[in-house]
């Protein structure tokens, strides 16, 4: 079992930025995919950014060139720079983590953002 443990979300005013952090623990060997999945009220979850134990990444086109995803891969850790932030982008956030084909889930985090 892999447990995914997220941080960072919050309030933030149009223009700012928020880093968003997940932290994974339990039965680590090797995890594959790390990404965050975002989902706003009444809206289904979508994939925000993704990065693989190589490093190629994959990022949803309302987001290219404003937010960026890093892993840390001796922390088990992965990040989500989020600069220019729009109220558009007001959700819950999840992390994600793909291990021998299981699939791991944090808790989630709100970020909001106003006007």
């Known amino acids: 079992q892999v447990q995914l443990v997220e941080s960072g979300g919050g309030l933030v005013q149009s223009g700012g930025s928020l880093r968003l952090s997940c932290a994974a623990s339990?039965?680590?060997?090797?995890?594959?995919?790390m990404g965050w999945y975002r989902q706003a009220p009444g809206k289904q979850r979508k994939l925000v950014a993704a990065?693989?134990?190589?490093?190629?990444?994959n990022y949803a086109d309302s987001v290219l060139g404003r937010f960026s995803i890093s892993r840390d891969n001796v922390k088990n850790t992965v990040y989500l720079q989020m600069n220019s932030l729009k109220p558009e982008d007001t959700a819950v956030y999840y992390c994600?983590?793909?291990?021998?084909?299981?699939?791991?889930w944090g808790q989630g985090t709100q970020v909001t953002v106003s006007s």
């Open positions: 994600n983590a793909a291990q021998w084909g299981d699939v791991y």
């Open positions: 990065i693989t134990g190589g490093g190629r990444l």
């Open positions: 339990g039965i680590i060997v090797t995890i594959n995919t």
